[in-house]
Nanobody, 122 residues
């Protein structure tokens, strides 16, 4: 089970940190990712971190602004979002897949959190 939190309202240029807490004892065996879905748009890939840690992948439009990280001791994955833009407004979802690489497609992930809303005002 995945529980996302940390969303909220922020002005453009501001920062937020999302968290996704996972239940279970095998968190360290899962590649973790963040996706987002803006109103009227399809869900899209944001970032992923490999189950081994240290290897990450980002969507082009968040590179240099967002950082994904994980703390296996806390069974938690984070998404630090800096220099937020109004186009970043969306519901953000965390997702997990057992081991593997860093896919950016939704279908590759088996488990999903409930989403947390991020609203960036201009």
């Amino acid at each position: 089970q995945l529980q996302a939190s940390g969303g909220g309202l922020v002005q453009a240029g501001g920062s937020l940190r999302l968290s996704c807490a996972a239940s279970g004892r095998t968190f360290s065996s899962y590649t973790m990712a963040w996706f987002r879905q803006a109103p009227g748009k399809e869900r899209e890939f944001v970032a992923a971190v490999m189950w081994t840690g240290g290897v990450t992948n980002y969507a082009d439009d968040v590179k240099g602004r967002f950082t994904i990280s994980r703390d296996n001791a806390k069974n938690t994955v984070y998404l630090q979002m800096n220099n937020l833009k109004p186009d970043d407004t969306a519901v953000y979802y965390c997702a997990a897949k057992y081991r593997g690489l860093l896919p950016s497609t939704q279908g590759a992930y088996n488990y999903w959190g409930q989403g947390t809303l991020v609203t960036v005002s201009s």
